[in-house]
């Protein structure tokens, strides 16, 4: 693994389904971030962690969870997916507090 | 007023041109500013971040920072095809969570030969 992997990279995905999206960075960065895309819209922060067992919630976290267990790990869980939450989604992360690298993206459709 | 602002665009330069990128921010109080480019399809990629007032060169691209007017631009020197993307403007304001961005909705480049 080089940088950051996030895994599946495409998912159509029913209504009411849980549905978790992985993120894994092998950089040793302390902060992740989850972030989602859409036309018009640009990126919103959907959460973010600073550090290995803390989690924060960004712009846009209802319907969404997440976890970090350890520095490489930060999984996105939709506990019951709705359509509004089509979206492309990336992971980035940080070691000095500014500079984030993204991920390569899951592209999720929920009909 | 959102935090980041950027033209949509889409801006269009040929080959060669200049082209000029602008963003303008919000908070007076921000500290790290930063150029991203995203690909169709693909993930944003960093090229460009600035500290501080004044110009940061780096190859054909120079940043530009006043934090007196609150407007942070990318100049793209003897553009090409291939600098063809959206570029999004990213802001940490001072105090925000640790690394927290507000990103621009981005503005699209066709570079046209």
């Known amino acids: 693994i080089a940088g950051i992997t996030q895994a599946p990279t495409s998912q159509i995905l029913a209504a009411g389904r849980r549905m978790t999206l992985r993120c894994t960075q092998d950089?040793?960065?302390?902060?992740m971030y989850w972030y989602r895309q859409d036309l018009g819209l640009g990126l919103r922060l959907i959460h973010y962690?600073?550090?290995?067992?803390?989690?924060g919630k960004g712009e846009v976290p209802d319907g969404y969870s997440v976890s970090r267990a350890n520095t490489d790990d930060f999984p996105l869980t939709l506990a019951s997916a709705v359509p509004s939450q089509t979206s492309v989604y990336f992971c980035?992360?940080?070691?000095?507090?500014?500079?984030?690298?993204f991920g390569p993206g899951t592209r999720l459709t929920v009909l | 007023q959102k935090e980041v602002e950027q033209n949509s665009g889409p801006l269009s330069v040929p080959e060669g041109a200049i082209a000029s990128l602008n963003c303008t921010y919000s908070d007076r109080g921000s500290q790290s500013f930063f150029w991203y480019r995203q690909y169709s399809g693909k993930s944003p990629e960093l090229i460009m971040f600035i500290y501080s007032n004044g110009d940061k060169e780096d190859g054909r691209f120079t940043a530009q920072l006043n934090k007196a007017s609150q407007y942070v631009s990318l100049l793209i020197r003897d553009s090409q095809p291939s600098d063809s993307a959206t570029y999004l403007c990213a802001v940490n304001r001072k105090g925000s969570t640790l690394g927290r961005l507000y990103f621009g909705r981005g503005t699209q480049l066709t570079v046209w030969p």
């Open positions: 980035a992360s940080s070691s000095t507090g500014s500079e984030q690298f």
């Open positions: 962690s600073n550090t290995a067992g803390t989690t």
């Open positions: 950089m040793r960065h302390n902060a």
